[in-house]
């Protein structure tokens, strides 16, 4: 097979084969944007490597001849004494891993060809330095020496000649110190480092690949279920330099800004410096804007190249840039990663010019950031201590106690406790205290530094750049002119103000939140931008979605909240709560009943309370239907706890003391009902069976609310819905039931009663028979957690923290089956009932209500799977309609 594509042989829409970074520099060329040439080498060579350990045997040969082909074009060849080519070689997956991943410079140089670049005497700080970086890098990267030793000798250098930073070390200094790591490497490897250009080539390329599975590599992609088989391309392209001088330098750049979305040129520049210096925060950078007076010819060619990018592909772009004497190139572009807050305001903007469709907006916006908008935000009213400020790079509010190094942040997070990382910089190294933390907080490095942008790709709380703050790792503080700040202190980070406050700030809702709250008109031209951005949205996800989205409430509150928030009904109104409180004494009594006369008179009690409750909903939810589930858990939840009871009745009689003749009753019931395994017990409908006059009493209670509501003028909608249904004849009897007390109702009290008698679909069994059920059912609905349970045989309570990151790590999943449905398991269930259900009672109306209704990816599946409706918690109703929106897209 081919397994290198010259950039002129590639586009965009190779990214699977020649990741991100490689299908865009081919795009850019193709464009005929000033891209230095190269030539990439695809994933499928990396998935060979990494399975066999093995490069495939054709991949020398490819690469040789790509790279002579190179040489001709350059006229110059890799590593050649009096003026080299020198190469990067640069790692690019199918998605952006941000720094996760090797790239190293610089390739060619060696001890001879150091000298021909720099053949004049104002290039041989230059060639030092680059040569400096080679030997460092490959002798990390490459040959795996401990990156901090070469950190020690350089700034062991430093310190001696008291140099602030890089720049200042002088040519000499960079001679010895080339010296210095190629002994290093020696000492710690046995081996010389390699002076043979194509051997570095050849190495680069192998070290690439296998940092597709470093430790910082499979974390990440873990983080953003990214699947670990992918594999990363390698790009290997011509260097440009600029590190030579101060007409030279390099910088990253938006085409909007990343974090509000208003569009302008936004990003950082360094002069003279190399573009890996701009990430790392190593020097601060100068606002992009600058190099309009710095350099006018190249600023302008940067702003037509990002005209034509943003024109092209008809969104945000991010761009690594350098410049050489003057001279612009354009080493890296990609649809950015952007804030929530910008994803809305682009989708909008780019509808408004005529640049995208609204269907193509709502692709462009998804659940998970309409979630971070409504989360909460700082209280503006009130003084606070500022600690700090700097830039804001990743918005939201977050609490937690500061923490100074990756692994503090961990272990603290394990034990529960809420931290703010704290660093000068990050790096990837820092990755899993980036997880951990509420909140990243660095002193050095703009909106486009590492932290910023793996924080904003996390959707993370970021403040970077704060440059007041003097963070001393080493003593576990930091400190401001005024404050010295020691770890464990809390503070409170506002990422999207760029603010740091000593202390716990108050917390408000976001004003998206108070939106949904509001529940009525379409924002006004004084509401914020963003509110308006995400009304529009989520109107066009109404208007093109096919499937209902109904809330899970079992109070009239969260029932009225969820109405506000656009619930279209409620999909399951749990009854077990109503059993709750002060009623307590009463289910105690139902369940100890001696003769049906004590339990009659229990439920009796029992029932205008539930009647109370349901026509409060009904009301709340007028004219919309509120699916109502009879009681579901087992008895002995409404009981004490039997070790607990044991326990008490075991002092007194120590004591000597004979016990209360009820506490004696109470425990011979637990006892008797106590179950190894409730969640496979007497529950559901099997309560229902068993229990007489259970399902009558509840019935009865919806059936009167129902009347009541109707005398009071209302239109209540109510359906009755069973529970861990197994077998037909279970919903059969107790769908006889229902329908006798309804009738008997009627009869009472002269109105017509029609309520929808349907089931839960939550037990294979009830899956795999869903062509029988459905004969006697009127709806469906999938209770999903119950189903994700039997279908895999574990329950969520007992195993979750046993091994489920076990199982992620192995990639036994992707993500917890609880958390988004597991299609090919639990999903194909839901297929067959579907099927067989809709075969048997064509139109039946289906619908889910277990928690993956507000799930994003679970709600795509449940549209392709033909429901009629999803049900999620009041809050998670508006992320609900827009994924809703678009899966219908
Ligand atoms: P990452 O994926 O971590 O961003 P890159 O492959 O983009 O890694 O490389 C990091 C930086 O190295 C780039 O931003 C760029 O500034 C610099 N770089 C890479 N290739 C070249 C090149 N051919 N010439 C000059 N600089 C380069
Ligand atoms: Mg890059
Ligand atoms: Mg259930």
């Known amino acids: 097979p081919k397994y ?12 699977d ?6 299908a865009n520099l081919a795009e850019m060329a193709r464009m005929g944007l000033p891209v230095p040439p190269g030539f990439t080498v695809t994933t499928e060579a990396c998935r060979v490597y990494l399975e066999t350990g093995e490069p495939p045997s054709e991949l020398a040969h490819q690469i040789s001849k790509h790279l002579a082909a190179l040489e001709r074009a350059a006229g110059r060849r890799l590593g050649q004494v009096d003026d080299p080519l020198l190469v990067s070689v640069r790692s690019g997956a199918r998605f952006s891993m941000p720094g996760m991943m090797e790239t190293i410079l610089d390739i060619g140089l060696n001890d001879l060809s150091v000298l021909g670049l720099g053949r004049t005497p104002e290039r041989e700080r230059f060639a030092w330095d680059s040569y400096r970086r080679l030997v460092q890098m490959f002798g990390s990267t490459v040959m795996g020496v401990d990156s901090t030793w070469f950190e020690d000798a350089l700034a062991g250098i430093k310190k001696q000649h008291h140099a602030a930073d890089d720049t200042q070390v002088d040519t000499s200094d960079l001679i010895r110190l080339v010296e210095t790591y190629k002994d290093l490497i020696l000492r ?40 670990h088989d992918l594999g990363t391309a390698v790009n290997i392209q011509t260097m440009v330099f600029g590190n030579l001088g101060p007409d030279s330098g390099s910088g990253v750049a938006f085409t909007r800004d990343p974090a509000t979305g208003r569009p302008g040129i936004y990003g950082d520049y360094l002069p003279n410096a190399q573009g890996e210096d701009v990430v790392a925060g190593i020097r601060n950078a100068v606002p992009l804007q600058e190099l309009e007076n710095l350099d006018p010819g190249s600023f302008g060619r940067l702003r037509d190249c990002m005209r034509q990018l943003e024109a092209h592909y008809r969104d945000l772009c991010d761009i690594e840039f350098t410049i050489e004497r003057g001279t612009l190139w354009m080493l890296q572009t990609r649809v950015g990663k952007r804030t929530s807050q910008a994803a809305f305001a682009i989708a909008g903007q780019l509808v408004d010019e005529g640049v995208i469709s609204p269907q193509e907006a709502l692709g462009r916006v998804d659940g998970e950031g309409l979630a971070r908008l409504m989360f909460p935000r700082f209280d503006s009213s009130g003084t606070r201590d500022v600690l700090a400020r700097g830039i804001p790079a990743s918005p939201g509010a977050a609490v937690g106690a500061v923490v100074f190094d990756s692994a503090e942040a961990v272990r603290r997070a394990a034990d529960g406790e809420k931290v703010v990382l704290v660093r000068q910089e990050t790096t990837p190294d820092d990755l899993p205290g980036m997880i951990a933390a509420e909140a990243v907080l660095t002193s050095r ?16 709380v970021c403040v970077c750049g704060a440059e007041e703050l003097t963070v001393d790792p080493h003593e576990r503080l930091f400190s401001t002119s005024s404050t010295t700040v020691r770890e464990g202190t809390v503070v409170s980070v506002d990422g999207s103000e760029g603010v740091v406050f000593l202390g716990a700030a108050p917390l408000v809702d976001s004003p998206v939140m108070r939106y949904f709250e509001a529940g009525g ?25 096919r499937m209902e989205v109904r809330a899970n409430a079992d109070t009239p509150e969260d029932a009225a909240r969820a109405r506000r928030f656009g619930a279209q009904g409620i999909g399951l109104c749990r009854t077990e709560h109503m059993f709750l409180g002060d009623r307590r004494p009463l289910v105690e009594a139902m369940i100890l009943a001696h003769d049906d006369q004590e339990r009659e008179a229990a439920l009796a009690a029992l029932l205008p309370l539930q009647r109370q409750d349901f026509t409060g909903i009904l009301e709340a939810m007028d004219g919309l239907p509120v699916t109502i589930r009879l009681l579901d858990p087992p008895l002995h939840e409404f009981l004490p706890d039997l070790t607990e009871l044991s326990v008490r009745l075991a002092r007194l009689d120590a004591l000597g003391r004979r016990p209360d003749p009820h506490e004696t009753e109470l425990l011979a019931a637990v006892t008797r009902m106590h179950e190894e395994n409730p969640m496979l017990g007497l529950r559901g409908v099997r309560l229902g069976l068993v229990v007489p006059g259970l399902v009558a009493m509840q019935v009865r209670a919806v059936a009167e609310a129902v009347v009541a509501r109707t005398r ?13 249904v197994d077998a037909v004849e279970e919903l059969r009897l107790v769908g006889e039931e229902v329908a006798r007390v309804l009738q008997e109702v009627s009869v009472e009290t002269g109105v017509a009663l029609d309520c929808p008698v349907g089931t839960m679909i939550e037990l294979p069994r009830a899956a795999l028979t869903a062509g029988r059920i459905a004969q006697d059912a009127q709806f469906f609905s999938f209770g999903t957690n119950d189903l994700t349970q039997t279908t895999w045989g574990f329950s969520r309570d007992d195993v979750e923290a046993a091994f489920f990151s076990a199982y992620l ?17 639990v999903g194909r269930l839901v297929e067959i009932a579907v099927a067989e259900g809709r075969a048997a009672r064509p139109g039946l109306k289906i619908g889910v209500c277990g928690e993956h209704g507000g799930d ?11 429901l009629d409706y999803v049900s999620c918690s009041p809050f998670r109703v508006p992320i609900a309609r827009l994924e809703a929106g678009r899966a219908a897209l």
Request: charge should be negative; proline fraction near 7%.
């Open 4 to 15: 290198v594509f010259d950039f002129a042989e590639g586009g965009r829409d190779m990214a």
């Open 17 to 22: 084969l020649l990741g991100g970074k490689g």
């Open 188 to 227: 710690v490897t046995g081996e010389e480092f390699p002076q043979e250009p194509a051997e570095q080539l050849r190495r680069a390329v192998l070290a690439v690949f296998t940092s597709w599975n470093g430790e910082r590599a499979r974390l990440y992609r873990h983080r953003e279920h990214i699947p």
């Open 445 to 460: 490095g703009g909106k486009t530094s590492h932290a910023a942008v793996v924080a904003r790709g996390m959707g993370k």
């Open 521 to 545: 008109p379409p924002p006004g031209q004084e509401a914020q931008q963003v509110v308006r951005d995400v009304h529009r949205l989520v109107g066009q996800a109404d208007e093109a979605r």
């Open 712 to 724: 009071a003028g209302g239109d209540p909608r109510a359906e009755i819905m069973v529970p861990l």
């Open 809 to 825: 790590d192995k990639g036994i999943f992707r993500s917890s089956p609880f958390e988004t449905i597991d299609r090919e398991g």
């Open 856 to 866: 994003p990816e679970s709600v795509h599946f449940f549209h392709d799977a033909g």
